[in-house]
């Protein structure tokens, strides 16, 4: 392409050459009028002489542009006839329509190259959505600033949000244990595996979650954060189950016989109590005696309770549905509830499980029993709910549920841990026997108990038992 200096310097030499043209055309038209003047014929000839040279050097500088290009056209990568048997004009025009037409395929490659790409990517953003929405565990990405770019729906269940593209503090309000985490990997790339958490629901109870907080790096530096997360709430309650069991598997063997041995002890005491009221014993000896038959009376049924609990016999598993042996309870219930003031309601659906039906409701009046004697003697809200609803877990397994639910003061922390190890009670005449039995009994089911906190600030038990449909 010729420069804009080259495209000036054209059209000054076209002027120049016009204007010599027609100085020589004026001096020609002089000497034709005069011929004898001689200064109109030497400046004829010296306008001559400057004119020839340009006008010769100009069709050549004229055509410097195209010789230019028909060069540039002779170099092109384009298949072409030999340039000696054809015209110059001809071959730059048919270089140049080559070229155009191999730039229109060339575009129309590239087009389709860059439709398969974004076909590609389309596919591999739509795989990796499906593979986000199958995974079970709940996923969370962050970017740099802290927003969440990703959130899965198991992760929108266990957090119970839907605030995508928020900041860290409002998606993880549930856990705020795990938003230190996520804002240290952020701020410093640190990697945390298997840590687990406390997440708060919307009703006030707690879970556990496993998580692992990986950073995402950009050009080595941190660029955001991916949170993986697993309520593993089941899983400790179950270790928690299996290690308690283990220990009093270990105490019942080992003080079955010791308990036999007492129970026999007694059966003495109680037959010289017995006797001693037959002798005629009158005023504090009477009175003695018959304090002595209620305190071995009273032994004798804590250690009946305990060889029960020591020595579990086998279970005869039929169909029962928990709604009847409650009604079966709260019957058996009602002079104490009466006693206690206490409102009994039960709110059940039909709740099939395969149990032994004397023991299930052996645990279940120990439990109710607990919960109307939790309720203090000044408590102005005097009243014990029972519910049961069947639910399906994360894997699909059916279960009954039941639980229930007191107005009492709630269990203290320092005492959750401890209220079905046997003898361990915060009641005053209580033997400490009733949860730890009542436990034992849901586990030799298969199931699970389980003691909280309620929003309503009493204490709530749950019991989770397999339905038959599970067994099938």
Same mark, same amino acid.
């Given at each position: ?23 020589? &055309? ?25 004119? =020839? ?10 055509? +410097? ?8 056209? +002779? ?9 000696? #048997?054809? /015209? ?16 229109? #395929? ?26 986000? #929405?199958? @995974? ?72 556990? %979650?496993?998580?692992? !907080? ?13 949170? &993986? ?5 089941? !899983? ?7 290690? +308690? ?8 063997? @080992? ?10 002890? &007694?059966?003495? %005491? ?31 049924? @804590? ?9 579990? +016999?086998?279970? $005869? ?6 709604? /009847?042996? =409650? ?40 439990? @109710? ?11 102005? $809200? ?23 639910? /007191? ?7 320092? /005492? ?21 039995? #009542? ?34």
């Amino acid at each position: 392409m010729l420069s804009r200096y080259e495209n000036r310097a054209q059209l000054a030499l076209a002027l120049l050459i016009g204007l010599l043209l027609l100085v020589n &055309l004026l001096a020609f038209g002089l000497v034709a009028l005069a011929p004898r003047a001689s200064v109109l014929l030497a400046v004829l000839v010296v306008t001559l002489s400057i004119s =020839i040279p340009f006008i010769l050097l100009f069709p050549r500088w004229l055509l +410097r542009p195209f010789h230019r290009l028909f060069d540039e056209a +002779r170099r092109a990568p384009i298949e072409t006839l030999r340039t000696e #048997a054809r /015209d110059e004009t001809e071959f730059v025009l048919e270089t140049f329509q080559a070229v155009v037409a191999q730039l229109r #395929a060339q575009a129309k490659e590239l087009e389709s190259l860059n439709a398969q790409a974004r076909a590609r990517a389309e596919s591999a953003e739509e795989l990796n959505a499906r593979i986000i #929405a199958s @995974m079970p565990s709940g996923l969370i990405a962050f970017d740099a600033e802290g927003h969440a770019t990703v959130i899965n729906a198991p992760a929108r269940a266990l957090l119970q949000t839907d605030a995508v593209s928020a900041e860290t503090k409002e998606v993880l309000r549930a856990a705020p244990e795990l938003i230190e985490l996520v804002e240290d990997c952020l701020r410093h790339g640190a990697l945390y595996r298997r840590e687990e958490v406390t997440v708060t629901t919307g009703d006030g109870r707690t879970r556990k %979650l496993g998580v692992t !907080v990986a950073p995402i790096t950009a050009h080595g530096r941190p660029g955001g954060a991916l949170c &993986l997360m697993t309520d593993i709430t089941e !899983v400790l309650e179950l270790r928690e189950a299996v290690a +308690r069991k283990r220990n009093l598997e270990s105490l019942g063997e @080992m003080s079955a016989g010791l308990a036999h041995e007492f129970k026999n002890a &007694l059966a003495t %005491l109680q037959g010289y109590a017995q006797l001693l009221q037959r002798v005629g014993a009158s005023g504090v000896e009477s009175m003695a005696a018959t304090a002595l038959l209620d305190e071995v009376r009273d032994l004798s049924a @804590m250690v009946t309770a305990f060889l029960d609990f020591a020595r579990p +016999r086998p279970l $005869e598993l039929t169909e029962v549905d928990l709604g /009847d042996l =409650i009604e079966e309870c709260r019957a058996e219930l009602a002079p104490l509830y009466a006693e206690r003031r206490i409102e009994l309601k039960i709110v059940a659906e039909f709740a099939p499980v395969r149990a032994d039906a004397v023991l299930l409701r052996q645990a279940l009046l120990n439990i @109710m029993r607990n919960a109307a004697e939790a309720i203090p003697d000044e408590a102005a $809200e005097r009243r014990v709910e029972v519910r049961i609803y069947c639910e399906r877990d994360p894997h699909g397994a059916s279960w009954s549920v039941l639980e229930i639910e /007191d107005t009492g003061p709630g269990i203290r922390a320092q /005492d959750s841990e401890k209220i079905f190890i046997p003898f361990f009670t915060t009641k005053r005449d209580g033997h400490g026997i009733g949860l730890a039995l #009542a436990h034992r009994i849901i586990t030799d089911h298969r199931g699970t108990l389980t003691a909280a906190n309620s929003t309503r600030h009493g204490a709530i038990f749950t019991v989770k038992l397999p339905t038959p449909i599970q067994e099938r």
